[in-house]
């Protein structure tokens, strides 16, 4: 991880300490019969934010989700879900996780499933999760056998937003529903999270949607964390240089290339062409420099697994003697 020869433009930083964080994970791992899946990934993602989980397929994704959720245990290292342990009654009671199965019972009707969880769930909200289901013109009266696949999406979402939790961890999410929902959805989460300080962790391949969404945010590849921290602080360490004429520039000499990016379209997307540097000293935006956009950022680091990791400064995690204290099983004395 080398963050500290990164040049973070005054006001793009964050002093710690943020109060406790929604997730701090130290030397997290875990590894499978094929493999590591996750490998010593190390964060915090401070309360109240709404974070974009991203990375290629099998980066380890939705192990770090299942981690944070106690559906797995880590291998090696650990988290902290409001500083609790993520199986204890605290971490569950204030957690609600919508997987990418969506498991639901076929046979409940919508209503039965909504009833499922008010019973279930002491801060239960029937007034959200009913209006996410009748925006969507979902009979209560139906069985989630016989629903759409986006519109049972919708059911799963309504009891996640029903639980009223204070961490929503979504996995890919909006993968099959369509525009118009997708954008519905949103705009319901982002509320959501605005009115009630909700801190939302949501994975998803869709990056020029994550903008509207996130200001938080955390790269995987390759099981390794590669990205993290506030949407600003990270745009605000890069800048997007006017692409030169011809061979190095003396002007990269301080600032670390992630990418250079030909003409418009000519890799397939629609980024603006230029060379992407990590900042290693203070520069002049002008008609030559631009900060990325988040998009921009994104595909260049998916683009450049090799580049060393950035950890921002608000996303990294305190101090580890105190969370592995904490690890530590508890003493009986008789
Ligand atoms: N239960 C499992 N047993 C064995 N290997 C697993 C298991 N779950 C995940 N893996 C492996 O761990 C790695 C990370 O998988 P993970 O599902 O976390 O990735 P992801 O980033 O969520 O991917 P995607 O974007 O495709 O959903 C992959 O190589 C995957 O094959």
Redesign the pocket.
């Given at each position: 991880m080398n963050h500290s020869a990164t040049h973070f433009p005054a006001g793009a930083g964050y002093a710690h300490p943020l109060g406790r964080p929604a997730i701090e994970a130290h030397g997290l791992g875990k590894k499978?019969?094929?493999?590591w899946?996750?490998r010593d990934v190390s964060f915090r993602l401070p309360a109240g934010r709404v974070c974009g989980l991203v990375?290629?397929?099998?980066?380890?994704?939705?192990?770090?989700m299942s981690l944070a959720t106690h559906m797995i245990r880590p291998t090696t290292g650990g988290l902290r879900v409001f500083g609790q342990a993520p199986g204890s009654d605290e971490a569950v009671r204030r957690t609600a996780f919508l997987s990418?199965e969506k498991p639901l019972f076929r046979r409940f009707t919508v209503a039965e499933t909504l009833r499922l969880g008010r019973e279930l769930n002491p801060r239960w909200d029937q007034g959200v999760a009913e209006g996410i289901v009748s925006a969507g013109q979902v009979p209560l009266t139906a069985r989630i056998g016989t629903l759409s696949g986006g519109q049972r999406t919708r059911v799963a979402f309504a009891l996640a937003f029903g639980k009223r939790p204070d961490l929503l961890i979504l996995?890919?999410p909006m993968s099959d529903l369509d525009p118009l929902v997708r954008r519905e959805l949103t705009q319901t989460l982002t509320a959501e999270a605005a009115q009630h300080g909700t801190t939302v962790l949501v994975?998803s391949?869709m990056l020029a949607e994550l903008q509207y969404i996130c200001d938080y945010l955390l790269v995987?590849a390759n099981?390794g964390l590669r990205l993290a921290g506030e949407v600003d602080e990270l745009r605000a360490a890069h800048a997007l240089l006017a692409a030169p004429d011809a061979g190095p520039s003396p002007h990269l000499a301080p600032h670390r290339v992630i990418e250079s990016r030909g003409a418009l379209g000519a890799r397939g997307d629609e980024g603006r062409p230029g060379v992407l540097v990590r900042l290693g000293g203070p520069l002049e935006y002008g008609e030559r420099a631009a900060p990325p956009t988040l998009e921009e950022l994104l595909l260049g680091y998916l683009r450049s697994p090799d580049v060393p990791a950035l950890i921002a400064p608000s996303a990294q995690p305190g101090d580890i003697h105190d969370i592995l204290t904490r690890d530590q099983p508890e003493t009986v004395t008789a």
């Open positions: 499978y019969r094929r493999g899946a996750l990375g290629p397929n099998g980066a380890g994704k939705s192990t770090l990418q996995d890919e994975s391949h995987v099981g």
